[in-house]
């Protein structure tokens, strides 16, 4: 019997001798201005007529971000970090983006290898934003160790691989770009920290 009051006893000091709290720091957020270029468009009639369609093919445009001294700050305090993200949205206020079907997200740093970091698909016409953040892929640890790595290259893919089709008003479009999709790429980083202390 002593010794079950004993064992209780240095498991409550135990208890109140530790304390752990979580430390969030601020979004880490970075837009970032894209123009994906579109020679392809250049070969495809100059006229066209209702009731036509064309297929349009995807368009890649690669763009950096670098969160890394936000997370170090918060890695001195503790190594339990949690990372995710908040915002990944394409600019569409112009309109220019409602023909895109799917966009896929790619990351890569210095020192780590191409991944998919989301593969959104449209189920319905995107508003002023299209929000890629339902369509992510990779993992919080995933995400910790590029982010935390230093500067991340995010690579944007517009359309399916197949191709996109698109009537002739949305080529008539494309084409009076001039050559050049231009819109904005927001990110937001989110992390925080467990620290556990003695008292």
């Given amino acids: 019997m002593i010794k079950s009051i004993f064992s209780f006893s240095v498991l409550g000091f135990l208890v109140l001798s530790c304390a752990t709290a979580t430390v969030t720091e601020p979004d880490a957020c970075d837009s970032q201005a894209m123009s994906f270029p579109l020679p392809s468009l250049l070969a495809l009639p100059s006229q066209v007529q209702s009731g036509q369609t064309f297929t349009v093919p995807p368009f890649s445009k690669a763009t950096s971000f670098d969160f890394s001294e936000t997370l170090n700050k918060i890695s001195d305090i503790s190594s339990d970090i949690t990372v ?6 394409l600019d569409n206020s112009s309109g220019e ?6 966009v896929s997200v790619s990351m890569e740093s210095n020192t780590l290898p191409s991944i998919p970091l989301a593969n959104w698909q449209a189920s319905s016409m995107p508003g002023a934003q299209v929000n890629l953040l339902s369509s992510v892929q990779a993992t919080p640890a995933q995400m910790l160790s590029y982010f935390e790595s230093g ?7 517009l359309g399916s691989s197949s191709g996109t089709e698109v009537n002739a008003s949305t ?10 999709l231009s819109t904005n790429l927001s990110v937001c980083v989110t992390d925080s920290a467990t620290v556990s202390k003695s008292l």
């Fill in 151 to 157: 500067p991340v290259t995010l690579t944007i893919t």
């Fill in 97 to 102: 983006l409602s023909w895109v079907d799917s």
């Fill in 171 to 180: 080529l008539e479009l494309l084409q009076s770009l001039k050559g050049q």
């Fill in 84 to 89: 995710g993200l908040n915002q990944l949205t």
